[in-house]
Structures are given as C-alpha cells and as structure tokens.
C-alpha cells in the first residue's frame, strides 16, 4: 500500500510499486536535450493531473443534481475509455516490472538486483500511471548503493529539475498521498 512520508529534505515522499527501468549512461545528455526532457515531463504529468480529475460536488442545490450526475457518468465512461486504451497501448509495450520504491521531487530509492556504478550518470523510466503509459524520464546519479538481502538498495539524487518540474512532481507525489488515505477510508468502511 502506498505510504506518504516527510523526506529528511523537508519534501513529500511516496513510496509504493510503479513500473521502473533505468540504464546507466556515459554522460547526462546537453542541457538543451534535458531542457527538453523536462518540458515532456510537465506535459506528461498535467496530462496526468488531468486523468485524476472527476466531476466534482456541486453542493446542495438541485437544479444542479441532474448536472452532476449527467457529468459524473459522462466522466465514468471516458476515464473508462482512456483506462482501455490505455491497458491495450501497454500490452503492446514493454512496460517493466513494478518495484518498491520512493519518490520524492529530489531523490528516488529502489531496490535493484544487480549492482550499479556509483556516481554514474542514470536515466530511469518511471511509470506513473498505466492508463496513459507514458514514462517521466528522469536523469540522475546513484548516490549510495547498499547490498541488502541478494538486491542492491539503490539511492539516486534527480538532475537538479526546473522548478515548475519539481513543484508538478511534488503535485503528483500529494495526489498519490490524497489516492492512499481515500483508500484507506474505503477500505476501514467495508
């Protein structure tokens, strides 16, 4: 279950299970190529933030009951499209595995099976949502690398982002904290 916690950063953190690949590099690309990077970055995540919205309260008047409900059907059946084409967009790629890891906008842990170079340049592929399976690509260093149990705990420092890509990252890292404790209320309810 996904858990949302303080970093020693003072940032939010999540932890939970998301496709994730990563390859090492020789070096992190021209900063016009991560200057690019990171404007697909924002525009994959609004489109995320977009697919989290869903028709809303309108209060308690009812002349705006019929709306409401119309909108909230409405919404049901496109989220449920976009969940289909989603999943059939998926199947035709190769999505990696899930893996336990934490995210925060600085620094992302995981669990590795084989051991990685330290220091060296990494880009990682994180799956943020598979109704729309396209990864946040992500550059960085593997800072600290600690075998644990036949895996490797990994610990990466992100390329330092832009600030509207680290305030979008930590938007997204609170919709999964708000996602959790819904959750977790729908499921202490039953």
Known sequence: MPTIREST????????????????????????????????????LHILFALEIHAGDYGEDPSNASSASELKRLDFKVSLLLEMIGHLFAAQQAIPPERLLTLTASELHWRADAALSAHVPLRLELYCNLSYPRPLVLYAHASEIHAIEHAYQIRAILQQPGEPLQEALERYIFLQHRRAIANQRGNSQR
């Not at 932890?15 to 991560?34: F, V, Y």
């Open 9 to 44: 950063h003072s940032n939010l953190a999540f932890t939970g299970c998301l496709p994730l690949a990563w390859r090492e590099l020789s070096a992190l690309p021209k900063p016009d190529e991560l200057e690019h990077q990171e404007k697909t970055n924002l525009h994959i």
